[in-house]
């Protein structure tokens, strides 16, 4: 039979640094920005479906008192 050796795996804490390391993270300017994007697309979003269900409630009763 052969010989086998065995051959040290990396563990999986230096595969996870090594991965972040590859990673491109953004600056502070681009993180401020984008999550304002976010939060403001959120609310506008969330305005609109509430505006959407106020109208369709108001609706429904108006079709149900008929």
Request: hydrophobic share 50%; aromatic share 8%.
């Amino acid at each position: 039979m052969g010989d086998t050796e065995k051959v040290s795996k990396p563990s999986k804490f230096s595969q996870i640094k090594a991965e972040f390391k590859k990673v491109i993270w953004p600056d502070r300017v681009t993180v401020r920005k984008e999550t304002t994007a976010v939060v403001t697309v959120s609310v506008l979003l969330g305005l609109l479906i509430a505006v959407l269900d106020i109208l369709l409630r108001y609706g429904v009763d108006f079709l149900i008192s008929l």
